[in-house]
C-alpha cells in the first residue's frame, strides 16, 4: 500500500482555493433568458390567489407552487447546478422581499385585503422579483 504523505499547507492552501473557485462557478451559472420573466410571472400569480375561493386559492397555491419548483428544477438539472443558489446577494434579497410580498398576499388576504391591494401586492412581489433577475443577469454575464 502506497502512502501519499501529509500535503504542504501551501498545497493546501491551493486546494481550498479549487474548491471555492469551483462552487463559485457552479453557483454563477448563467440561467436561461426565459426562466426570469416566468419565475416573476409564477411569483406574482401566487400572490393573486387569495381572489379565488376557498378551496380554489389553495388548490392554485399548490399547483404554481409546484410549477415553479418544477421549472427551476428541471432547468437546473439540465444547466447541471439544481440545488445551486446563486452568489448574488442582491438577487437573494429581491427574491426574499418578493416572497416577503407574497407571504402578506396569503396572510392578509381574508377579510382585511380588498382586490385592488392583492393586485398591487401581485404586481410588488413579480417587480421586485424581476430587479432582482436583473442583478443576476449581470452578474453571470460579465
Known amino acids: 500500500m502506497e502512502n ?4 504542504t499547507s501551501s498545497e493546501a492552501s491551493a486546494a481550498l482555493d479549487d474548491i471555492d473557485r469551483v ?3 457552479v453557483r454563477d451559472t448563467p440561467w436561461p433568458v426565459w426562466l426570469y420573466p416566468v419565475n416573476a410571472v409564477l411569483l ?4 393573486l390567489t387569495p381572489l379565488l375561493a376557498d378551496v380554489g386559492r389553495i388548490i392554485a397555491l399548490l399547483t404554481l407552487a409546484a410549477v415553479t419548483l418544477a421549472v427551476n428544477m428541471i432547468t437546473g438539472y439540465r444547466m447541471g447546478t439544481p440545488w445551486a443558489l446563486p452568489t448574488s446577494r442582491g438577487f437573494l434579497a429581491a427574491v426574499a422581499v418578493s416572497v416577503a410580498f407574497i407571504v402578506v398576499a396569503l396572510a392578509f388576504a381574508q377579510p382585511s385585503l ?3 391591494a392583492l393586485i398591487l401586492l401581485a404586481i410588488a412581489a413579480a417587480t421586485t422579483y424581476s430587479i432582482g433577475s436583473l442583478v443576476h443577469y449581470r452578474s453571470t454575464r460579465r
Open 114 to 116: 380588498p382586490a385592488w
Open 44 to 47: 406574482g400569480s401566487m400572490a
Open 23 to 25: 462552487q463559485r462557478a
Open 4 to 7: 501519499i504523505g501529509r500535503p
